[in-house]
Nanobody, 125 residues
């Protein structure tokens, strides 16, 4: 069993930065691939970014490439999403995810084994 807790969301202006963090409880954090998804009002939850067990591989959706960076610290059981040059279209609830395949960076919603409760990011224009 893994419990995930996100922090770092908030209200910012267009072009600002935010840093989301996710703290995982339980053992063997390095045994999971970690990811971030988001869900905007009225839309389906979508994949944003993923990182494999040791940070050697990452993947991002095209709309955040060059602006968002995912990283992890296995010693602290945390995964972080650094979000720069935020846009109003980035407004959503952001969810941390854990997947028991530690090597994957291609994570579909149905392949997520544990979800966090989400943190709201609002970007005003």
């Amino acid at each position: 069993q893994v419990q995930l807790g996100e922090s770092g969301g908030g209200l910012v202006q267009d072009g600002a930065s935010l840093r989301l963090s996710c703290l995982a409880s339980g053992r063997s954090f390095s045994g999971y691939a970690m990811g971030w998804f988001r869900q905007a009002p009225g839309k389906e939850r979508e994949f944003v970014s993923a990182i494999d067990w040791n940070g050697g591989k990452t993947d991002d959706i095209d709309s955040v490439k060059g602006r968002f960076t995912i990283s992890r610290d296995n010693a602290k059981n945390t995964v972080t999403l650094q979000m720069n040059r935020l846009k109003p279209d980035d407004t959503a609830v952001y969810y941390c995810s854990a997947t028991m395949n530690p090597f994957t960076i291609t994570i579909r919603k149905g392949e997520v084994d544990w979800w966090g409760s989400g943190t709201l990011v609002t970007v005003s224009s």
